[in-house]
Each structure stands twice: as C-alpha cells, then as structure tokens.
C-alpha cells in the first residue's frame, strides 16, 4: 500500500490537467497513488486523463457532473493510506513539494496537517502573487479566526486524524470553500503547520464560480467559517454540527441588513475581490455598477478609480513578470 493517496477530481479541466497532473507524476516523492475522477466533464478532459499509463494512476469515470464536494467525500471515505491530500486539475506543484510534506509529517507526529505557501499565477502560467502562509501552529491558530491561514489544494493530512472529525467536506459549502471550512475545523482541532517555502502553484482561473458570480453568499464565506470555528471554540460544537442553524441565520441576516443598506457594497467588495486576482476587466465592470449603484458616493467613486489605476500598473507589471516554470527547477 502507498503511503500517500492524492484525489483529483476534474471538470472540464481539459486545458490544463495534463499539466497537473505531469507535476505529480514528477514529485521526488514517488510512493503515492494518484486517483483521478473526471465528474461529468464534457470536453476533452477524459481523453486528456486517458493520456496518461503510470501505474500509480487509478482513473475513476462518472457521466454526470456531481460537483466537487459529492465527488471528492465519495472518494475520501475510501483512503486506507496513511496520509492523503485533495489536489486541483488546473494547478502545479513543485517537484520536491509533496516530499517536504511529507517529511514534516514523518517528524512531527502530532502534526494532523501541512500545507505550503504557495504562488497565483494566471491562466497562462504567469505568476501574479506570492502567499507566506506560517508554520508556527500558535500563530495560525491564533490567525485562522481572523482569515484562514491555509490554501486547500496544498494540504496533506495525516489519515487517523482526519478521520476523527466525521465529516469531510461540507455540504453547506458545497458551492464555495468547503475546503478552508475543513482546514478551520482542523487546526480547531489538532496542530497544523504550513511549510513556508512556496510548493504550489494556485491558477486563477476566470471562468470560476466565484469569478463569474460575486454573490453575496461568497461575500459570506469567510465570515462564515470564521463564526463557526469561534463557536466551536466557545461550545465544542458549531451550528452545522448541532444541527441547530438558529445562531448561524441571525448572523447572516444581520450581514444582509448591513448590506441592504448599502447596494453597492457587494460590488465594491467584488471590485476589491477581483482586482486582488488581477482579474481587472472584472474588477473594472464590478466597480463601475457600483458607481451606477450610488454615484455620488466617495467609497464607489475611490473604489472606480483605485481600480482603473492598479489595472494599468498590473499591465505594466506583467511585462517583467515571471513565468511559474521558471521557479520549478
């Protein structure tokens, strides 16, 4: 048996999952299965999937799409590895990532999980942000109840452990972050650490849910996990664990109260949300309906401009920016 089993599910992946997965097969790392789930795609990914002969490659079909969280708990319920981890199809990791993990696992058995910082790059591989995450399970601990001090798809857990929490995935996020929601019930939990170093690389991809759709209940997200870690700080258990959504509804129909006095605070925060990407023309088209929204207001015109001249300087940026591969040797 492998020590390691990495689950990859895929959905119209097909321009970039030859290239995650050729990042996996290359770790340093090798004892390690891959299985990778195409749910439902209905381009070329399978055939792209279907490319590949290694050996530690296990591929699993599915004719209809069930979305990311069916799909990957479905799979998750089925490791019997001692460590496991959740990888995207559009990102790439470095060589020597999963040995590093790997290694700080073996070290610190208490350690229930370790990511990594990792580096934003854009759709063509051109690196757009660095993201330090820490290693000093106190601070994080500390942190992740301010926002969330892991980055999902760089995480490696140690089995035993995780399985103590009962669930994996949750499907109140089943649209968004059910994977900072996982890692916020972790570190709730049990030591975690991230290696500083940068192993992963995170694309922004702009066809995303969250890309194509700021909702308010996105807006939420992060507010959300937080609320509920403080309660399973404060209690033991949270709203979703007791099954007792009471608390959780008064905290987000006091958020709506907030934001129904403010119409254009959703587009605001989606301006600011985008521009952070460097997704500018959705940045741009987001702080304009707030202008639309209120025109006199200071917050929307600042939040216009702001964002017209970060997009020129990102143009300008990109033309000395990097390329990820560059950083892979």
Known sequence: MPRLTLIMSAFNAATFVEEAINSLLNQTFTDFELWIIDDGSTDSTRAKIDLFKDNRIKKFYFNENRGRVLCV??????VTSEYFGITDADDVS??????KQIALLDQYQEVAMCGTSYWAMDENGVLIRLMRLSDDYAHIRE????????????TVFRTKQVRELNEFYRLYFKKNMADTDLAAR???QFPSVNITEPLYYYRIVRTSVSRKEFSFRFAMID???IFLSKQRRASGLDSLQKSDSNELEKFVMDWEVVYAADPARLYREAAFYHLYWRVTDSALASAWQAVLKRPLSVKNL??????FVMSAVYRVNRLTARHYSELMR
């Open 73 to 78: 708990n479905e799979f998750a319920a089925r």
């Open 94 to 99: 470095h060589p020597t990532r999963i040995e």
């Open 143 to 154: 942190t992740n109840i301010e926002r969330p001090q892991f980055h999902g798809p760089t």
């Open 186 to 188: 972790v570190v709730d």
């Open 223 to 225: 507010r959300t996990i």
């Open 302 to 307: 600042f939040c216009l401009v702001y964002c």
